[in-house]
């Protein structure tokens, strides 16, 4: 399985980051994967932003929620993060990644991509 992510590097606050990731070497509605979007800004921890669930169900950070959706095109074998209303606070590096039965372990993960929010 590979995970390949792509989307813009640097947005103007307000604007809305989308990024998609697209899973080679399996369908993505396979159980009991979850595919997921998660952040780390400079200097700080990874963060959990939310899933998309091999059902289609999603989940969100809740701190987040109000500003994420995460969508996906099964028959492309993609996800895409769509995050609204951005800020510099929003400065990260990106990363999909595939997690088990939601637990936590990502056992394949995007390249990154690093997203800088600055006006």
């Known amino acids: 399985v590979q995970l390949q992510q792509w989307g813009p590097g640097l947005l103007k606050p307000s604007q809305t980051l989308s990024l998609t990731c697209a899973v080679y070497?399996?369908?993505?509605?396979?159980?009991?994967?979850?595919w997921s979007w998660i952040r780390q800004p400079p200097g700080k921890e990874l963060e959990w932003m939310g899933a998309?669930?091999?059902?289609?169900?999603?989940y969100y950070s809740p701190s987040l929620k109000s500003r994420t959706s995460i969508s996906r095109d099964t028959s492309k074998k993609q996800f895409t993060l769509q995050l609204t209303s951005v800020t510099p606070e929003d400065t990260a590096v990106y990363y999909c990644?595939?997690?088990?039965?939601?637990?936590?372990?990502?056992?394949?993960w995007g390249q990154g991509t690093q997203v800088t929010v600055s006006s």
């Open positions: 070497g399996g369908p993505i509605t396979i159980m009991p994967y979850y």
């Open positions: 998309i669930a091999y059902s289609g169900r999603t």
């Open positions: 990644a595939r997690d088990y039965a939601g637990w936590g372990e990502y056992d394949y």
